[in-house]
């Protein structure tokens, strides 16, 4: 209701009837036993359908400050992403010598790179259809983004083209 009265583009990208539905799917999922972070990613996806890159959903200043304790650990590859690809930036396990700055990553724990794309656009705001905000955003936060909603494991299967252009 409060977009409604207040939101001044609200329906300029998504109608009505599709943001109401997807509201009241999303309530739906809701439990009485979220953390923040775990609210934070069911209700990200709704907002990110409102497609203005100014409505988004932050974290209180209170779990903000105390978020640099909880960085690590994280996934150890930033990855660059494009349309039709991406590429690894760089590894957090320094000595691995197979995995490292160019490699061209395929998936991730046997889910295809597109797969994790997606997922995190989902929880991205921007303006509209400009999906150069969206790369950006993820391309720079990739590592927090997967544990932020993924989780993390203590391995990851990556599948990657080799220096032959094989898939490892």
């Not at 923040?36 to 709704?46: Q, S």
Request: aromatic residues 16%; glycine residues 4%; charged residues 20%.
């Amino acid at each position: 209701k409060v977009l409604d009265a207040n939101h001044p583009s609200l329906h300029w990208f998504t109608p009505k009837q599709t943001l109401d539905s997807a509201f009241e799917q999303m309530l739906n999922n809701i439990t009485d036993s979220l953390n923040e972070i775990e609210f934070r990613n069911k209700i990200a996806p709704w907002i990110a359908l409102i497609k203005c890159g100014h409505t988004t959903a932050l974290y209180s200043k209170q779990f903000i400050k105390n978020l640099p304790q909880y960085r690590y650990p994280r996934f150890p590859l930033q990855i660059k992403f494009w349309e039709d690809s991406a590429v690894v930036l760089s590894n957090g396990y320094f000595k691995d010598s197979i995995i490292q700055r160019g490699t061209i990553v395929q998936s991730i724990n046997k889910k295809p790179i597109s797969f994790y794309r997606d997922s995190l656009f989902k929880q991205i705001a921007t303006d509209g259809y400009a999906f150069n905000h969206q790369y950006q955003t993820l391309s720079s936060s990739f590592p927090d983004g997967f544990k932020q909603v993924f989780g993390v494991d203590s391995t990851y299967l990556i599948g990657f083209l080799n220096q032959e252009g094989k898939y490892d």
